[in-house]
C-alpha cells in the first residue's frame, strides 16, 4: 500500500523514499523521486515523514536503529505513521520524537490496497491541531476521507478497533456464505440477497468476487490480519475490557493462519470448509 500511496504525493512536489528492500523503490525513483540510503537521511532531508511498515518490530527498527529516523530528526518535523501498530508503541515513540522537537501523528489508513491505488483511503488520524493542519493537505491526496478522532494514539486505538469488527465481518461473511453454498444455495443468489438486506457489507461482497475468481492472493494477508486481531485484544487487555468475540476470531484465525494460509490473502478464510464446489 505505500508505494501508491507515495505515488500520489510525488504527482504533486518532490519526495525522498526509502525502503528496506531497495528495489520495491526503484519504480518511485524512475518516476522522480530521490532515493535514500538509510531512514536517517530520509529524516535529514524531509520536513514531513510519512512511514508505512507491517508491525511493531519493524517500526521499531526504522524509528530506533542505528541508522533510524530518531537518528536525523529535525526539530519541526512533523512524523506521520500510516502502519497499523500498537497504542503503546505509538505513544512512546511520540514522547521520543517530542524530545528531539518533532511531533508525532498516528494516521493508520482502511480501504484496503485498492482504496490506496485509487485514493479513496480513510485515514484516521491521532494529532494535535497544528500538525493536523499542516499533514492535511498531504493526506487528502492519499485519501478521501480524512479525519482527525483525537490526540496522539487515538488514531491507532480507533484502528484496531476497526478491523477488529472488519475481520468478524468477513469471519461472518465466509461462515454464512459456506452454509448457504452447503444448503444449496449459489454464490449468485447468496450475493444478490445478502448485499441488498441487513447482512451487507463490505466483506460479504469482497469474499464473493474473491470466490467466483478464486484469487486468494493478497490484497491483506492472514498473518496481518491476525496481527491487528492481537493488537486489538491488548487494547482490551490493557483497559480491562472483556472481548469474547475477538478473542474467537483470534483463535480461529490463528488456526487458519497454523493450516499454512498466513501469506494469503484473508478471504482465504473460507477455505477452513471442505472444498468449494460451486
Same mark, same amino acid.
Request: hydrophobic fraction near 45%; include cysteine.
Given at each position: *500500500?505505500?508505494?501508491?500511496?507515495?505515488?500520489?504525493? @510525488?504527482?504533486?512536489?518532490?519526495?525522498? &523514499?526509502?525502503?528496506?528492500?531497495?528495489?520495491?523503490?526503484?519504480?518511485?525513483?524512475?518516476?522522480?523521486?530521490?532515493?535514500?540510503?538509510?531512514?536517517?537521511?530520509? /529524516?535529514? &532531508?524531509?520536513?514531513?515523514?510519512?512511514? *508505512?511498515?507491517?508491525?511493531?518490530?519493524?517500526?521499531?527498527? &526504522?524509528?530506533?536503529?542505528?541508522?533510524?529516523?530518531?537518528?536525523?530528526?529535525?526539530?519541526?518535523?512533523?512524523?506521520?505513521?500510516?502502519?497499523?501498530? #500498537?497504542?503503546? !508503541?505509538?505513544?512512546?515513540?511520540?514522547?521520543?520524537?517530542?524530545? =528531539?522537537?518533532?511531533?508525532?501523528?498516528?494516521?493508520?489508513?482502511?480501504?484496503?490496497?485498492?482504496?490506496?491505488?485509487?485514493?479513496?483511503?480513510?485515514? *484516521?488520524?491521532?494529532? #494535535?491541531?497544528?500538525?493536523?493542519?499542516?499533514?492535511?493537505?498531504? !493526506?487528502?491526496?492519499?485519501? =478521501?476521507?480524512?479525519? =482527525?478522532?483525537?490526540?496522539?494514539?487515538?488514531?491507532?486505538?480507533?484502528?484496531?478497533? #476497526?478491523?477488529?469488527?472488519?475481520?468478524?465481518? @468477513?469471519?461472518?461473511?465466509?461462515?454464512?456464505?459456506? %452454509?448457504?453454498? /452447503?444448503?444449496?444455495?449459489? %454464490?449468485? /443468489?447468496?450475493?444478490?440477497? *445478502?448485499?441488498?438486506?441487513?447482512?451487507? #457489507?463490505?466483506?460479504?461482497?469482497?469474499?464473493?468476487?474473491?470466490?467466483?475468481?478464486?484469487?486468494?492472493?493478497?490484497?491483506?494477508?492472514? /498473518?496481518?490480519?491476525?496481527?491487528? !486481531?492481537?493488537?486489538?485484544?491488548?487494547?482490551?487487555?490493557?483497559?480491562?475490557?472483556?472481548?469474547?468475540?475477538?478473542?474467537?476470531?483470534?483463535?480461529?484465525?490463528?488456526?487458519?493462519?497454523?493450516?499454512?494460509?498466513? $501469506? %494469503?490473502?484473508? $478471504? $482465504?478464510?473460507? !477455505?477452513?470448509?471442505?472444498?468449494?464446489?460451486?
Amino acid at each position: *500500500m505505500g508505494y501508491p500511496m507515495a505515488e500520489h504525493l @510525488l504527482a504533486h512536489q518532490s519526495i525522498a &523514499v526509502y525502503n528496506r528492500t531497495q528495489a520495491k523503490a526503484d519504480p518511485l525513483v524512475a518516476k522522480g523521486a530521490h532515493l535514500t540510503n538509510s531512514p536517517r537521511e530520509t /529524516a535529514e &532531508v524531509s520536513e514531513i515523514i510519512f512511514i *508505512m511498515v507491517s508491525d511493531d518490530k519493524a517500526l521499531t527498527d &526504522v524509528m530506533r536503529g542505528p541508522n533510524g529516523v530518531l537518528s536525523g530528526l529535525k526539530t519541526k518535523t512533523v512524523i506521520v505513521d500510516h502502519s497499523t501498530v #500498537s497504542v503503546q !508503541l505509538t505513544r512512546q515513540l511520540a514522547l521520543e520524537a517530542r524530545e =528531539k522537537g518533532a511531533d508525532w501523528c498516528d494516521a493508520p489508513v482502511t480501504g484496503g490496497d485498492i482504496g490506496a491505488r485509487n485514493a479513496t483511503l480513510t485515514i *484516521m488520524v491521532g494529532a #494535535s491541531d497544528n500538525s493536523f493542519e499542516r499533514i492535511r493537505p498531504y !493526506l487528502e491526496r492519499m485519501g =478521501k476521507h480524512v479525519v =482527525k478522532v483525537g490526540p496522539t494514539g487515538q488514531g491507532q486505538a480507533l484502528k484496531v478497533v #476497526s478491523n477488529m469488527v472488519s475481520a468478524l465481518n @468477513l469471519m461472518a461473511a465466509a461462515e454464512g456464505i459456506r %452454509l448457504g453454498l /452447503a444448503a444449496g444455495l449459489s %454464490l449468485d /443468489a447468496l450475493d444478490d440477497v *445478502m448485499t441488498h438486506g441487513s447482512a451487507q #457489507s463490505f466483506e460479504v461482497t469482497k469474499m464473493a468476487d474473491r470466490m467466483r475468481r478464486h484469487d486468494f492472493q493478497p490484497g491483506f494477508s492472514v /498473518a496481518n490480519r491476525l496481527k491487528d !486481531l492481537r493488537l486489538a485484544l491488548d487494547l482490551a487487555a490493557a483497559l480491562e475490557y472483556q472481548a469474547p468475540l475477538g478473542a474467537s476470531g483470534k483463535d480461529l484465525f490463528g488456526a487458519h493462519a497454523a493450516r499454512g494460509f498466513d $501469506s %494469503l490473502d484473508e $478471504s $482465504s478464510y473460507v !477455505l477452513r470448509w471442505p472444498a468449494i464446489d460451486d
